[in-house]
């Protein structure tokens, strides 16, 4: 018990947790765990005390003790929806959100209009691919709150994963409406729109957030990526080496910037990439993997190529360790497309989709010369190269609802009725004509695609698929010094990488002999660039387009390219990676072994 009165205690334990949050506030976590705690002895059940400690410990790194303060202060403030709010907030961060899905709902229990719950709640169910239910918890937050940031760049989100497109857009122009005087904003509104495609907005956002912030380090790199996606090297480059003129010790900035420059000796940057490279081992994982590729990429640059696949190696080392990929897992998703899309189904279902011929699917492996193929033929005046579309995945998101994870993909496609895969084709067909209205082709280069060629014969009748390949080794060792920006779990070991490729190769193998002859154009990049002329013409042909010289001057044709080679294909053709592989044949033993060469 206090030997002060009643009122001298309680102003007592008001200015004790005042100082607390005041610290708290500054970052100054030790003295404000210092005041929760002296709080704590003083009243041991005390609910904010209780509440701000586990918070603290959560921003402190401290995630157990952080969640057994904060269900703590649950029980012992029942009627606070703040606690459940924060508690949600915190199960979210870590990952578990059906967790975090149970105390936004409870918070919204106690209070039906905090907005701020309804968000939290929106993003946990985006995590979780509810998209339906989480537009719908952003759009109930909107009508509580119309002017909130969050809720517009979230809705936006949620309405780009369920094919919505031009209202997602919608969404984020009124996002960056209220951004328009915050430089942090307007750089998350930029990086929303690059993901949807719509590239001079997302230019404009990061201009803007410039303006306000010239020193900015992250709107200059992401002014420098979009830059280059849209072909503007010259300029990337400048906010690429501002960026690192501000910040020397910069993974992604350099990661960013060796893909479009090459690093000489004489570079004035060259000395800060220097000293950067002796912090590695200090870095965190993700930015120490990513400057071993960088390093990587300047050696072989160089020529230097011994000292660049040390670099690749140790890249891949440390990329491993953090991403999931389980071998067995990759072979019976393969296995099961190949099971229930067998040629019996698909001769079954032939015809069952859309009649569009708007859609050209370009599938491989990553690095086999997919980049080139569309380049080709988005050079050609009726045909637009959309890139790498996500965009087939979510309309199957749409068509069969939330899947805990794509092993049940197979199963469940092979279940749709005739009216299903129609749907599938129609929304498809309908979202990408809005990326380029009067296109008679639109490209869709995602390699993911591959295991959809089933799918893709039956949803689509009249589109094009076109398989691009390349030699196994050079394929590989491509991928092998690449850091991807999603997926690709399966190139950061060499032997994975090796048996990866068999399992496409496999898959391959099935789609050519399940499908119709001549469904399939196949496509080899030492063909390619051995003689354009002839493969371009075929690719035309083969897609029921005239022929266009523009077709050959490829690398003169602007327009948005993301993908790891966007700096190759906006030159002319070459050969020299042909062959690429033997530099580095010395290393490559595990590759060779699990390839079968």
């Known amino acids: 018990m206090p030997s002060e009165n009643p009122a001298a205690f309680s102003n007592r334990i008001q200015e004790l947790m005042q100082q607390a949050v005041a610290c708290h506030q500054q970052h100054d976590y030790s003295s404000a765990e210092a005041g929760y705690r002296e709080v704590l002895r003083l009243i041991p059940a005390h609910p904010d005390a209780t509440h701000f400690l586990g918070l603290l410990a959560h921003q402190t790194g401290h995630d157990e003790t952080a969640l057994t303060f904060l269900k703590q ?9 703040l606690y459940r709010h924060n508690l949600g907030g915190v199960f979210r961060e870590l990952g578990r959100h059906v967790e975090a899905e149970r105390y936004y709902l409870e918070a919204l229990t106690l209070k039906p209009d905090y907005a701020d719950a309804l968000i939290g709640l929106a993003m946990a169910q985006v995590a979780r691919g509810h998209f339906e239910d989480a537009h719908s918890n952003y759009v109930q937050a909107l009508a509580i709150d119309p002017q909130n940031f969050e809720a517009c760049l979230g809705g936006g989100g949620a309405l780009l994963e369920l094919t919505r497109r031009r209202e997602a857009l919608d969404c984020y122009r009124d996002a960056q409406r209220l951004a328009a005087g915050d430089a942090e904003r307007l750089q998350r509104v930029g990086l929303a729109l690059r993901e949807a ?21 992250e709107a200059h790199n992401s002014l420098g990526i979009t830059l280059g996606d849209l072909g503007d090297f010259t300029h990337a480059e400048t906010h690429y080496r501002e960026a690192l003129r501000l910040r020397p010790a910069y993974a992604s900035g350099w990661h960013n910037f060796t893909s479009i420059v090459r690093v000489m000796p004489d570079d004035p940057l060259w000395p800060s990439l220097r000293v950067f490279a ?33 670099h690749y190696l140790q890249a891949n080392r440390l990329k491993r360790a953090v991403v999931e990929y389980d071998e ?21 279902h032939a015809g069952a989709g859309t009649d569009s011929e708007l859609p050209v699917f370009i599938v491989g492996m990553s690095r086999s010369g997919t980049t080139l193929v569309e380049q080709v033929l988005a050079s050609h005046p009726q045909v637009h190269g959309a890139g790498e579309l996500h965009l087939l995945r979510r309309c199957l998101r749409v068509e069969l609802g939330p899947t805990d994870n794509d092993d049940e993909l197979p199963g469940k496609l092979v279940t749709m009725d005739v009216a299903g895969f129609r749907r599938i084709g129609e929304r498809y067909c309908a979202e990408l004509a809005q990326l380029a209205p009067d296109a008679a082709r639109i490209t869709d280069k995602l390699p993911g695609n591959m295991a959809l060629v089933g799918l893709i014969h039956i949803a689509f009748p009249r589109a094009k698929i076109i398989h691009c390949v390349r030699d196994p080794l050079d394929t590989c060792v491509s ?17 994975e990488l090796g048996r990866f490729y068999r399992l496409y190769e496999e898959l391959m193998q099935h789609w050519r002999a399940a499908l119709p002859a001549g469904r399939i154009l196949e496509v080899r990049y030492e063909d390619m660039v051995t003689d354009l002329e002839t493969h371009a013409r075929r690719l035309l042909e ?29 030159q002319p053709i070459y050969a020299s ?14 590759l060779r072994r699990a390839l079968g060469k």
């Open 197 to 217: 495609g719509a590239m001079q907005d997302a230019k404009q956002c990061f201009e803007r957030a410039l303006k306000l912030r010239p020193d900015y380090v």
């Open 577 to 590: 990676s042909v062959g690429r592989w033997r530099r580095y044949a010395l290393y490559l033993e595990p």
């Open 328 to 348: 067995s897992r990759q072979k019976i998703f393969f296995q099961n497309f190949m099971r229930h899309f067998s040629a019996t189904f698909l001769s079954k």
């Open 73 to 81: 202060s649950v029980v012992l403030g029942p009627g606070s929806a």
């Open 542 to 570: 083969f897609c029921s387009l005239p022929w266009d010289e523009a077709c050959l001057r490829f690398h003169e044709h602007r327009r948005t390219i993301k993908t790891a080679s966007l700096a190759q294909v906006r």
């Open 479 to 495: 991928c092998f010094s690449k850091l991807f920006t999603t997926g690709h779990a399966f190139s950061y070991e060499l032997g």
């Open 278 to 310: 002796e912090q590695a081992s200090e870095l965190p994982t993700a930015e120490a993997g990513m400057l071993q590729f960088t390093l990587g990429k300047v050696r072989d640059d160089r020529g230097e190529y011994s000292q660049a696949f040390e």
